[in-house]
């Protein structure tokens, strides 16, 4: 099983007023990208389901949609949430 790794959480102004009562910078201690997800819902409940439909994630500057989960997150890495454009 992997060893816990410190990583930088950031969301967006909008989302961080939205639904973390205006933090918007976070550090933690996680194993996986599922586990930022759950210690996010932790603090904030119902956050989760926001950041998996709301939100795209970009680890370490690299953009993915819908692949995080299967991302490598490395000590030190850099997430940023950022809200999903919707267009037509």
């Given at each position: 099983?992997?060893?816990?790794?410190r990583v930088h959480i950031v969301f967006s102004d909008?989302?961080?007023?939205?639904?973390?009562?205006?933090e918007k910078?976070?550090?933690?201690?996680?194993?996986n990208f599922r586990g930022?997800?759950?210690?996010?819902d932790d603090r904030f409940p119902g956050l989760g389901t926001h950041l998996?439909?709301?939100?795209?994630?970009?680890?370490?500057?690299?953009i993915h949609e819908n692949t995080a989960y299967f991302q490598s997150i490395r000590d030190g890495s850099e997430i940023f949430f950022i809200p999903k454009l919707e267009g037509g």
């Amino acid at each position: 099983m992997a060893a816990p790794v410190r990583v930088h959480i950031v969301f967006s102004d909008g989302f961080s007023h939205q639904y973390t009562n205006g933090e918007k910078e976070f550090d933690l201690q996680v194993k996986n990208f599922r586990g930022i997800i759950k210690q996010l819902d932790d603090r904030f409940p119902g956050l989760g389901t926001h950041l998996e439909e709301e939100t795209s994630v970009a680890i370490d500057g690299q953009i993915h949609e819908n692949t995080a989960y299967f991302q490598s997150i490395r000590d030190g890495s850099e997430i940023f949430f950022i809200p999903k454009l919707e267009g037509g």
